[in-house]
């Protein structure tokens, strides 16, 4: 049961790779610095690959359960406040995503027994900001620039479909985790008690806890069925406002404070969008397969997170 990682050392790819090991998979991790790739767990194995082709690991695809691509420059940058969407850094973003999903296609393509499913991650940004209505998988796409970007990391490995490979796109929300990504740039006003809501707080923060993500990539790849787009967040949706209700009545601290949406476009520029605009997405097909969220209201999972 052997998996390939792409993007393995990232915020998913890590605990997936341990949560994968710990199920009795075999877990490979592509990495183009593989000397950098610590904490891993052991039984792990890192493989070089140059990020845009098979070269040097495409024959590890052939008889392979699963390829898992995660891979793609970071949209909210690696430093703890974001990085400005610079025209430099917008193609970094789009082309390292469309370069990660050719070289899937062409170790696919190269495999002499095809992977048995691909597994594309994606986000919710693929829809168009909006207050009022229920995003399902069905929902049209947005032409902002993020809803450009995930439609062209979707495509990116769409080809392995005509080679008779089953493939995935989870669409994921705000992944809530301690060790990175956005939940510690929000939880750090809390922290220090000037916690609010951002902009008008009205706007939709779709969410869903690790946990769950890393239980869903499991079900994918063993439900023989799944197939397709998949919105992965959770059930219960809130606005921005409400989550810093939650978030501070859970970390013991006050949500009164709001933060002007003024500051954060003189601050960060386009990259602004990534808190001041939002969308309801609903999980429809995923629960119609099946999977079941272990966390699936907001409380739950931060009380759970902050009890760690």
């Known amino acids: 049961m052997r998996v390939i990682i ?3 050392t990232g915020l998913i790819g890590r605990p997936l790779a341990a949560d994968l090991v710990q199920h009795g998979y075999e877990v490979i991790v592509l990495s183009r610095n593989p000397e950098r790739a610590t904490g891993l767990p052991p039984g792990v194995r890192v493989e070089r690959w ?3 082709s098979a070269a040097g690991w495409g ?3 052939d008889g392979a359960q699963a390829i898992i691509n995660l891979a793609g420059e970071n949209i909210g940058g690696n430093r703890f406040l974001p990085d400005r969407w610079t025209p430099e850094r917008k193609q970094r973003i789009l082309e390292s995503r469309q370069n990660a999903g050719k070289a899937v296609v062409e ?11 691909v597994i594309q991650m994606s986000g919710v940004d693929y829809y168009p900001p909006d207050n009022t209505r229920r995003m399902t998988e069905d929902s049209p796409g947005a032409s902002t620039f993020l809803g450009n970007v995930v439609k062209e990391w979707e495509a990116s490995t769409a080809p392995v479909e005509a080679m008779g490979v089953r493939r995935c796109v989870l669409r994921t929300g705000v992944v809530l985790t301690k060790a990175g990504g956005v939940l510690p740039r929000l939880a750090l006003p809390y922290k220090l008690f000037v916690g609010g809501p951002i902009g008008s707080g009205k706007q939709p923060l779709p969410w869903v806890a690790l946990d769950d993500v890393l239980a869903a990539i499991r079900f994918m790849i063993e439900t023989p069925g799944a197939r397709g787009v998949y919105n992965l967040v959770a059930p219960e949706q809130v606005t921005n406002a409400e989550f810093g209700q939650v978030l501070g009545r859970v970390l013991g601290r006050p949500s009164l404070l709001p933060a002007p949406a003024f500051a954060f476009r003189l601050a960060f520029g386009e990259v602004a969008a990534l808190v001041l605009e939002g969308r309801f997405v609903q999980p ?4 119609e397969a099946g999977f079941q969220f272990q966390y699936p209201t907001l409380e739950a999972a931060l009380r759970h997170l902050y009890s760690k």
């Open 6 to 8: 792409t993007g393995g």
């Open 50 to 52: 140059d990020a845009r």
């Open 59 to 61: 024959q590890l695809a």
């Open 107 to 117: 170790a696919v393509a190269q495999a002499r027994i095809k992977p048995e499913v």
């Open 284 to 287: 429809k097909r995923v629960q």
